[in-house]
C-alpha cells in the first residue's frame, strides 16, 4: 500500500542526484561570472518557480513525445519512450526542481569570502580543484539546503507528475498523485491517512534544515 | 631582479585615474608600499598577483609574468599573498592550511615554530585570535616558497602589540628566507622597523622612491623634531595662546604669541618643529 511512496522518495533520490551534478557547475559558474548573459541564466534557471506546474508539464511532454525530434531520436536509437515512465519523471522532475537546487548553491558561493578563493589559486590550485577543496566545504548550510529542499521539493510536486508521468501504478504514481485518485474515489480514509505521512514528513525535513542551519551559525559565528 | 613597467585605467573613489608604475625590485629586498588611500597600491599589489589585468611587463628573473602576449595566471606565479582580512580556509585546520599549498611538511612545521604556532597546529581558524589568524595566513604564504611575498596592509586589523609581535615575526621570516617583499602600510614606525625602501604611490604615480630613512624623516635643515598635525583647538590664557595639535593618536599643546595665531584657523594641518635642543626620553 506504501509503494507511491516508494515511488516518490525513489524519484526524489534520483533527482537529486542528477540535479546536484547539473546545478554544481552552473551554481559555481554564475557565483564567479561577470558576463551579460548571467540574468538570462539566472531568470531561465528561477522560470520553474513561476510557472504553473501544467504549463512546465506540457512543454516537457510536446517536446520529449515521440512526434518531437527528441522524442523520435531517443525511440528510434535506443528504444526508448521518454513520456509516461520512470525517466520520462526523472527528467521532468529535474526541470521542475532546479531552481531549488541552484539558487542556495549560488548563494552560499557568493557569500564566500572572493580571497578566499584567490588565496586556493595563488597557492596553484586550478578552478576546479578550489570549488571541490575550498568552495564547497565552505558552504555546507546552503549545500544541506539544496539537498533537503530540492528532496522536498520534488517530493511534493503533483502537476508535471501527473502531466508527464501520468498514474500508472509501480511506474509514475507517486503519493502526491495517489492522494488525489483516493480522494476522487472518495477514499477519505486513505487520503487522510496519506496526507498526514506527507505533511509530517515535511515538517520533519524542513525542521532539520533550520536545526542544523541554526548549530551550524552557532558554531561558526552568527555571520552565515 | 623584478622588473615591473604596467599601466591600467582605475575607476576609483575619486574618478577615473591611470595607475603607472615603472619599478626594479632587487631580490631579498624589503619594500614598504605607501600612500593615500585610493591611490592605487592594492591594485598594484592585485596586479603582480595576477588577480587584475593589466597592461604592460612584469619579469621575474628570466620569466614574464606579463607581456603584450600573454599573463601568466596566479596559479603559476609562485607568490605568496596576505591579505588584510587573513582569508584562511575555513574547513581546514591551522596544518592543513599550509600543507594545502605544499605538501613540504618539514618547511610547515618550521614555519609554525618560527611563529609559534606549532601547539595550535590542529586548531581550525574560527577558534583562532586575530593576531593568531594572520600568523597562520604568513606562514601559508611562505608554504609557496614565493619569488615575491605580497602583503597588503597584513597588520592594520590588529592592536598595538599584536603588531610589534608580528613585526618582528616578519622581520625573523625575512631574515630566514630573505624573500623579495612588498608590503603596504600606513604606518611609518612599522614602515620604519621592517622595510628597506618605501615608495609613495599617489593617484596611481610613484611619487617618491628610496631609502627609508630619507623618506621617513621628514625633518629640514637643522631642525631635529618634525610633526605634522591638525590644529583642534586655539585658546587665549591671560597673554599667551594655547593651541591644540592633534599627531596621530595624541594630542599636544603648544604655547604661542598672538602674532602667530593671525595666520591659523581651527582644522589647519601645521607642522610642529624645533631645533637642536635636548629631549628627555624615558
Same mark, same amino acid.
Given at each position: 500500500?506504501?509503494?507511491?511512496?516508494?515511488?516518490?522518495?525513489?524519484?526524489?533520490?534520483?533527482?537529486?542526484?542528477?540535479?546536484?551534478? /547539473?546545478?554544481?557547475?552552473?551554481? $559555481?559558474?554564475? @557565483?564567479?561570472?561577470?558576463?551579460?548573459?548571467?540574468?538570462?541564466?539566472?531568470?531561465?534557471?528561477?522560470?520553474?518557480?513561476?510557472?504553473?506546474?501544467?504549463?512546465?508539464?506540457?512543454?516537457?511532454?510536446?517536446?520529449?513525445?515521440?512526434?518531437?525530434?527528441?522524442?523520435?531520436?531517443?525511440?528510434?536509437?535506443?528504444?526508448?519512450?521518454?513520456?509516461?515512465?520512470?525517466? @520520462?519523471?526523472?527528467?521532468?522532475?529535474?526541470?521542475?526542481?532546479?531552481?531549488?537546487?541552484?539558487?542556495?548553491?549560488?548563494?552560499?558561493?557568493?557569500? /564566500?569570502?572572493?580571497?578566499?578563493?584567490?588565496?586556493?589559486?595563488?597557492?596553484?590550485?586550478?578552478?576546479?580543484?578550489?570549488?571541490?577543496?575550498?568552495?564547497?566545504?565552505?558552504?555546507?548550510?546552503?549545500?544541506?539546503?539544496?539537498?533537503?529542499?530540492? &528532496?522536498?521539493?520534488?517530493?511534493?510536486?503533483?502537476?508535471?507528475?501527473?502531466?508527464?508521468?501520468?498514474?500508472?501504478?509501480?511506474?509514475?504514481?507517486?503519493? =502526491?498523485?495517489?492522494?488525489?485518485?483516493?480522494?476522487?474515489?472518495?477514499?477519505?480514509?486513505?487520503?487522510?491517512?496519506?496526507?498526514?505521512?506527507? !505533511?509530517?514528513?515535511?515538517?520533519?525535513?524542513?525542521?532539520?534544515?533550520?536545526? &542544523?542551519?541554526?548549530?551550524?551559525?552557532?558554531?561558526?559565528?552568527?555571520?552565515? | 631582479? #623584478?622588473?615591473?613597467?604596467?599601466?591600467? %585605467?582605475?575607476?576609483?573613489? +575619486?574618478?577615473?585615474?591611470?595607475?603607472?608604475?615603472?619599478?626594479?625590485?632587487?631580490?631579498?629586498?624589503?619594500?614598504?608600499?605607501?600612500?593615500?588611500?585610493?591611490?592605487?597600491?592594492?591594485? !598594484? !599589489?592585485? /596586479?603582480?598577483?595576477?588577480?587584475?589585468?593589466? +597592461?604592460?611587463?612584469?619579469?621575474?628573473?628570466?620569466?614574464? $609574468?606579463?607581456?603584450?602576449?600573454?599573463?601568466?595566471?596566479?596559479?603559476?606565479?609562485?607568490?605568496?599573498?596576505?591579505?588584510?582580512?587573513?582569508?584562511?580556509?575555513?574547513?581546514?585546520?591551522?596544518?592543513?592550511?599550509?600543507?594545502?599549498?605544499?605538501?613540504?611538511?618539514?618547511?610547515?612545521?618550521?614555519?609554525?615554530?618560527?611563529?609559534?604556532?606549532?601547539?595550535?597546529?590542529?586548531?581550525?581558524?574560527?577558534?583562532? @585570535?586575530?593576531?593568531?589568524?594572520?600568523?597562520?595566513?604568513?606562514?601559508?604564504?611562505?608554504?609557496? %616558497?614565493?619569488?615575491?611575498?605580497?602583503?597588503?596592509?597584513?597588520?592594520?586589523?590588529?592592536?598595538?602589540?599584536?603588531?610589534?609581535? !608580528?613585526?618582528?615575526?616578519?622581520? *625573523?621570516?625575512?631574515?630566514?628566507?630573505?624573500?623579495? *617583499?612588498?608590503?603596504?602600510?600606513?604606518?611609518?614606525?612599522?614602515?620604519?622597523?621592517?622595510?628597506?625602501?618605501? #615608495?609613495?604611490?599617489?593617484?596611481?604615480?610613484?611619487? @617618491?622612491?628610496? +631609502?627609508?630613512?630619507?623618506?621617513?624623516?621628514?625633518?629640514?635643515?637643522?631642525?631635529?623634531?618634525?610633526?605634522?598635525? %591638525?590644529?583642534?583647538?586655539?585658546?587665549?590664557?591671560?597673554?599667551? &595662546?594655547?593651541?591644540?595639535?592633534? /599627531?596621530?593618536?595624541?594630542?599636544?599643546?603648544?604655547?604661542? =604669541?598672538?602674532?602667530?595665531?593671525?595666520?591659523?584657523?581651527?582644522?589647519?594641518?601645521?607642522?610642529?618643529?624645533?631645533?637642536?635642543?635636548?629631549?628627555?626620553?624615558?
Amino acid at each position: 500500500m506504501f509503494e507511491p511512496f516508494l515511488i516518490s522518495f525513489k524519484l526524489a533520490s534520483i533527482t537529486v542526484i542528477v540535479l546536484f551534478f /547539473i546545478s554544481l557547475p552552473l551554481a $559555481w559558474y554564475l @557565483s564567479q561570472t561577470q558576463s551579460r548573459l548571467k540574468p538570462f541564466i539566472e531568470a531561465l534557471t528561477a522560470l520553474p518557480i513561476v510557472l504553473p506546474p501544467s504549463v512546465l508539464g506540457f512543454y516537457i511532454l510536446v517536446s520529449l513525445s515521440q512526434n518531437s525530434p527528441i522524442g523520435a531520436f531517443f525511440k528510434n536509437v535506443f528504444d526508448v519512450s521518454l513520456v509516461f515512465n520512470f525517466t @520520462s519523471l526523472v527528467i521532468a522532475s529535474c526541470f521542475y526542481s532546479l531552481p531549488f537546487m541552484v539558487q542556495p548553491l549560488q548563494s552560499g558561493f557568493e557569500s /564566500i569570502n572572493k580571497n578566499m578563493l584567490e588565496a586556493s589559486y595563488i597557492a596553484g590550485k586550478s578552478k576546479c580543484e578550489t570549488l571541490f577543496r575550498v568552495a564547497l566545504p565552505n558552504i555546507k548550510p546552503a549545500f544541506i539546503t539544496a539537498i533537503i529542499v530540492t &528532496f522536498a521539493h520534488t517530493v511534493g510536486e503533483f502537476g508535471v507528475v501527473l502531466m508527464v508521468g501520468g498514474s500508472i501504478p509501480g511506474e509514475t504514481k507517486v503519493a =502526491s498523485v495517489a492522494i488525489y485518485e483516493m480522494v476522487e474515489l472518495m477514499n477519505y480514509k486513505g487520503a487522510h491517512i496519506y496526507s498526514a505521512i506527507m !505533511l509530517g514528513m515535511s515538517f520533519i525535513v524542513l525542521l532539520s534544515v533550520y536545526v &542544523f542551519n541554526a548549530k551550524h551559525n552557532r558554531k561558526f559565528g552568527l555571520k552565515r | 631582479m #623584478i622588473k615591473i613597467c604596467i599601466k591600467k %585605467e582605475l575607476h576609483g573613489s +575619486n574618478a577615473a585615474m591611470s595607475l603607472d608604475v615603472d619599478l626594479t625590485l632587487n631580490a631579498g629586498e624589503f619594500i614598504a608600499l605607501t600612500g593615500e588611500s585610493g591611490s592605487g597600491k592594492t591594485t !598594484l !599589489l592585485r /596586479i603582480l598577483a595576477g588577480l587584475e589585468e593589466a +597592461n604592460g611587463e612584469i619579469k621575474v628573473n628570466d620569466t614574464s $609574468w606579463l607581456n603584450a602576449a600573454k599573463t601568466l595566471p596566479p596559479q603559476k606565479r609562485q607568490i605568496g599573498f596576505v591579505f588584510q582580512d587573513y582569508a584562511l580556509f575555513e574547513n581546514m585546520s591551522v596544518l592543513q592550511n599550509l600543507l594545502f599549498v605544499s605538501i613540504n611538511k618539514n618547511l610547515a612545521l618550521r614555519l609554525l615554530e618560527i611563529t609559534e604556532l606549532t601547539e595550535l597546529q590542529n586548531r581550525y581558524p574560527n577558534t583562532l @585570535s586575530g593576531g593568531q589568524k594572520q600568523r597562520v595566513s604568513l606562514c601559508r604564504a611562505m608554504m609557496n %616558497e614565493p619569488k615575491l611575498l605580497l602583503l597588503d596592509e597584513p597588520l592594520s586589523a590588529l592592536d598595538p602589540l599584536m603588531r610589534r609581535k !608580528l613585526q618582528d615575526e616578519i622581520l *625573523t621570516l625575512h631574515r630566514e628566507f630573505n624573500t623579495t *617583499t612588498i608590503m603596504v602600510s600606513h604606518d611609518p614606525s612599522e614602515i620604519y622597523k621592517l622595510a628597506s625602501r618605501v #615608495i609613495v604611490l599617489n593617484q596611481g604615480k610613484v611619487t @617618491s622612491d628610496g +631609502n627609508t630613512k630619507e623618506i621617513l624623516l621628514k625633518t629640514q635643515g637643522s631642525q631635529k623634531f618634525s610633526f605634522t598635525g %591638525e590644529l583642534l583647538e586655539l585658546k587665549k590664557v591671560d597673554v599667551i &595662546f594655547i593651541a591644540i595639535v592633534a /599627531i596621530g593618536q595624541q594630542l599636544v599643546e603648544v604655547v604661542l =604669541s598672538e602674532e602667530e595665531t593671525s595666520e591659523l584657523s581651527i582644522g589647519d594641518k601645521v607642522t610642529i618643529s624645533t631645533k637642536a635642543f635636548s629631549p628627555i626620553i624615558s
